[in-house]
């Protein structure tokens, strides 16, 4: 006698994501700055997903023409047209770490007198608070 297996079909393939925005060049005007902020409440809206293609609807609306957005199950990214650095992604906070433009890189110190290796001054954006 043959037993037949049955196995029960996955209702989602994905582990449970939970997405984020990151800005990573500076907003080139006010009006730019605004689309970007509603998306960063957008995305702050709908955090918990299983498939962060579902997201990418929406950010094409909000940020309007004048933008590529291209996507994958785990990521959502952006750029101006015709420019090749991407202007922000929305990720999956339990897998990746991409900072906003002016957020100090992780494990950054601050140039202090026992620190021979000092970071360069970047016009416009303050230095990372040091140790307390």
């Avoid at 080139?28 to 970007?36: F, H, Y």
């Avoid at 809206?45 to 291209?70: F, P, S």
């Amino acid at each position: 006698m043959t037993q037949s297996l049955k196995s029960a079909p996955l209702a989602n393939p994905f582990p449970p994501q939970q997405a984020y925005l990151a800005i990573e060049q500076k907003p080139a005007d006010a009006a730019e700055k605004r689309r970007l902020d509603s998306l960063r409440r957008h995305v702050q809206a709908h955090t918990h997903t299983t498939d962060l293609r579902g997201l990418a609807g929406a950010v094409k609306k909000l940020l309007g023409t004048g933008y590529e957005v291209g996507c994958g199950s785990a990521h959502i990214w952006m750029l101006r047209a015709g420019e090749t650095a991407r202007l922000a992604i929305v990720a999956d906070r339990l897998t990746t770490a991409y900072r906003d433009w002016f957020k100090p890189s992780l494990g950054q110190t601050p140039a202090t007198s026992w620190n021979p290796h000092r970071r360069l001054a970047i016009p416009g954006v303050p230095p990372a608070a040091g140790p307390s």
